[in-house]
């Protein structure tokens, strides 16, 4: 991918991959962080891209292990125990979790702040981002139907939490 | 609900039942409430999450992996300088146009020509104006492509270089892509690159 090129998709993606972030990590500048390395990784490695997935899935990618690795060096540096949840931890929804969260604008943002990083995340790339449980599987390095699981549990806790909060 | 249908509903929300079992379907969704509940239930909060806002990218610098720099020429000591739609340009792609990505450890030590490349779309002419001549004239950026992006390249021996650029002959904007930006001596501010140093 030539650099003219990788620009031109970068413009295309940047600010849903922005807003993405922004959901996910709950913080404008932190995200943007996360955004600055992920481009910065991206364009670096511009030239590997081969075209076998698509450059949204791709340089979404690269934005999950940064934003894991930001996790990691949180939790290693301020001892963050909100660090992103292995698999056993998403075995189940947990809806126990739900507690506040009003700081947030709407209904359903709240809610998925308060949903688990692992429902989250696949739930914001399928109805947010539009991509397909492929696509979802390949950005998140698990197979396509562990995606598709993940999407559907995060669709119930999410429901059931606006039930509890119809607010 | 049946057992082994258990995702029949997410499968249907999803548009990936066949003919056969979507007719099924909706023929159960009029008789069966929780069925019906979770459906609309559902497709409610897919709708919200379609119109959920979308946030404005800051720009970033592709030459650098973090730091002050990329942020701060947005908000801070370049911001105020831009104006208008080329401040919006900048930051909708302010990414390092047009300059390889080199390691971090030796950002400062481009050896290639220096290149400028702008965002600017519907500008009529993009120019440059900088320190590499002397000060002497202004060079012009050429259209690249049809996308708003303006080039130039300009060869020029290793050093510091200091330039404006300059929109449509008069508007006046910093570089967000310099490495850094300084006050000049009649209270405006140069974009500075290092190449080859």
């Known amino acids: ?167 | 609900m049946r057992p082994f249908d258990k995702d029949l509903p997410d499968r249907y929300l999803d548009g990936e039942l066949d003919p056969e079992e979507k007719t099924v379907f909706e023929e159960r969704l009029l008789s069966e409430d929780h069925l019906r509940n979770y459906v609309e239930e559902v497709q409610a909060l897919h709708a919200s999450a379609a119109s959920m806002e979308v946030f404005k990218a800051p720009g970033i610098n592709l030459s650098r992996r973090v730091g002050l720099p990329w942020r701060e020429m947005i908000s801070g000591r370049v911001g105020p300088f831009l104006s208008g739609a080329a401040l919006t340009a900048c930051i909708l792609i302010g990414i390092g146009l047009g300059r390889n990505v080199l390691d971090p450890k030796t950002v400062l030590t481009r050896t290639e020509p220096l290149k400028i490349v702008y965002y600017a779309p519907g500008a009529r002419s993009v120019s440059v104006l900088g320190d590499f001549n002397g000060w002497s004239g202004e060079i012009p950026l050429k259209p690249r492509g049809e996308g708003g992006y303006w080039l130039a390249e300009i060869p020029v021996k290793p050093g510091e270089y200091r330039y404006i650029l300059k929109i449509d002959g008069k508007e006046r904007v910093g570089d967000p892509l310099a490495d850094y930006v300084i006050d000049d001596d009649f209270g405006s501010k140069n974009s500075v690159v290092r190449i080859g140093l």
């Open chain 1, 1 to 167: 991918m030539d650099d003219m090129l990788f620009r031109s998709e970068y413009e295309k993606i940047s600010d849903h991959l922005y807003t993405f972030l922004v959901r996910t990590v709950g913080d404008r500048d932190r995200a943007a962080d996360i955004l600055q390395e992920t481009a910065f990784k991206a364009y670096r490695s511009r030239r590997r891209f081969k075209g076998e997935s698509s450059f949204k899935t791709w340089i979404y990618r690269i934005a999950i292990n940064t934003m894991k690795n930001h996790w990691l060096r949180l939790k290693r540096e301020r001892n963050w125990i909100e660090a992103m949840p292995d698999e056993e931890s998403l075995s189940s929804p947990s809806p126990e979790k739900i507690v506040t969260g009003k700081e947030n604008a709407s209904q359903l943002s709240r809610a998925l702040m308060l949903l688990e990083e692992g429902y989250r995340v696949p739930f914001m790339l399928k109805h947010v981002d539009g991509l397909s449980y492929k696509e979802i599987g390949e950005v998140l390095g698990i197979a396509e139907n562990a995606s598709r699981v993940r999407v559907y549990r995060a669709r119930h806790t999410l429901r059931n939490i606006l039930r509890e909060d119809p607010t």
